[in-house]
């Protein structure tokens, strides 16, 4: 995403209240300072213990929360705090194909790796705010060539359906795109998650369904974003 993609659509709004959690205070530091300087941000609350932070910010929005703290995978606390409707980034140096999609399937929305640098952490906050899917580099290699037998045939409208809602838009500006009912979209990505479900491979969240279809190539990391200008004056449904 470049500079012109990034400074677009700024409306006015109050700023995007974001958390911070991570036990090496130099990063912290680091991705306060990125974070500073776009103003559609604004950072609340910063420290090493989830649920002190959230108490100091209980009205965040995104949540940037390390893997690893004090020596800790949390990934349960990950899925605790999705389960409570968080909107979770997880932001760690753990990038395994394994582990990153361990974490979208706990609720994470989005998985950054900590050496993809400021671009890819703004990108990835702002497109958490908006329940709008972002691919880094290091999460895009974890998705892409897993040709598994558990794949999942899906149709071609169910395909398109979910190619559009992970470009951002609403079902409601999906179903006017496709000419169809909205109810009808909703059939479609609930037809996509149950064939997923029955492969043994649940998709609960928008982000473990985009890292799903990427796996086995129904969607192409490119794809995304792609009418992301046009999505942008709708606000995303879950």
Known sequence: ?????????????????????????VVIDGVRAWLAAEPRLRVLATG?????????????????????????????????????GRRVVVYSEHTDPDTMLAALDAGA?????????????????????????YVPPALAGAMVGDPRPDRPSLSDKEREALLLWFQSMSKASVARRMRISEH??????????????????????????????????????EEIGIYRSQAATDRPTP
């Open 1 to 25: 995403m470049d500079a012109d993609a990034l400074a677009e659509d700024v409306t006015g709004a109050p700023p995007i209240g974001v958390a911070i959690v991570d036990d090496h205070p």
């Open 48 to 84: 090493d213990d989830p649920d002190m932070v959230l108490r100091a910010a209980p009205e965040a929005e995104v949540v940037l929360l390390d893997l690893r703290l004090h020596g800790r995978m949390v990934l349960d606390k990950l899925a605790e705090l999705s389960a409570a």
């Open 109 to 133: 929305v989005a998985f950054l790796a900590k050496h993809e640098g400021r671009e890819h952490c703004l990108a990835t906050v702002l497109a958490a705010a908006d329940d709008r899917p």
């Open 184 to 221: 009808t979209v909703k059939q479609y990505v609930d037809r996509a998650r149950i064939k997923y479900t029955r492969a043994g491979r649940p998709a609960a969240t928008k982000a473990a369904l985009l890292a799903r279809a990427i796996e086995d190539g129904l969607v192409r990391p």
